[in-house]
């Protein structure tokens, strides 16, 4: 399979039924929440028109079968530490060859991509970073895929984050029995030091990692073959904001505040 991103139509092909449902069910969510809170679908169409005008046409047309496969990639590499067949004796990932006999870089690959051009998915992982290739052996970087390296799977990777936070909040709104609601949780504070937030966000990486790594491993004890039964997508998300984004910025930074006491923030659970 092409990287994605790679995969093209042509540019003056129709749009698909399943192009247009992706986008048609993100913007829908994401309005229905804006009106609900009082903003008027009148002058959300008059801001949607106007922020369309200051974008540039894309080079290639949006393909939703590029979803599974960014999706995918991160699962070839949790089996890889999770199946007792691809670890050492010490528990770390083996080395493994592409092909041949015994464990295979191919085996984890067919497990998510059965038609899949094994090569290709290859590269893909080594685009990402997500393996590296030591002689004719393969590793896996690290327990998780960090898409820094391919911008398309970047973004292709944040639409899929926005898409199931809108759905879990949407669904949350309009439910009204709390047992069928979804994890919808956070906690956040008004009054950090701008100096303090190097350390915090190294602490929430560290501790929100270790815990969505065991989550999924719960997971993944639940998976079974595809089309063996009636399945669906489930996942969890996780991600820190800053309000303003004070990290990565240049200009003056915020004047540092004085420390509060404890007991000072505040914690949100929604249902």
Not at 79 to 98: A, E, K, V
Not at 107 to 121: A, N
Not at 148 to 176: E, K, P
Request: aromatic content about 6%; charged content about 25%; some cysteine.
């Amino acid at each position: 399979m092409p990287r994605p991103g790679a995969l093209t139509r042509n540019a003056g092909a129709p749009r698909t039924p399943a192009v247009e449902d992706y986008a048609q069910d993100i913007l829908k969510q994401a309005l229905t929440i804006l009106v609900q809170t009082g903003h008027s679908p009148a002058e959300l169409t008059r801001i949607v028109r106007e922020l369309c005008r200051t974008l540039a046409e894309p080079e290639r047309p949006f393909d939703p079968t590029v979803i599974p496969y960014v999706a995918g990639l991160p699962h070839i590499v949790a089996h890889w530490y999770s199946d007792p067949n691809f670890r050492g004796p010490d528990g770390q990932p083996r080395r493994i060859p592409l092909r041949g006999r015994g464990p295979t870089l191919t085996h984890l690959i067919r497990r998510l991509f059965p038609h899949q051009d094994v090569r290709r998915v290859t590269e893909s992982l080594l685009r990402a970073n997500a393996i590296q290739r030591r002689g004719r052996l393969y590793l896996p970087t690290d327990r998780y895929v960090a898409f820094t390296q391919d911008l398309s799977s970047v973004h292709v990777h944040g639409l899929m984050s926005l898409a199931g936070m809108l759905r879990t909040v949407r669904h949350n709104i309009a439910s009204g029995d709390p047992a069928e609601t979804l994890l919808e949780r956070s906690t956040k504070n008004p009054c950090i030091p701008v100096r303090a937030l190097p350390e915090i966000h190294r602490r929430i990486k560290r501790e929100v990692t270790a815990l969505l790594w065991k989550l999924d491993g719960y997971l993944r004890s639940w998976e079974v073959e595809p089309g063996s039964e009636a399945t669906t997508h489930v996942g969890v998300g996780a991600y820190a904001y800053e309000d303003p984004i004070v990290t990565g910025r240049r200009g003056p930074r915020a004047r540092p505040a004085h420390r509060r006491p404890a007991g000072r923030g505040s914690r949100h659970r929604a249902r």
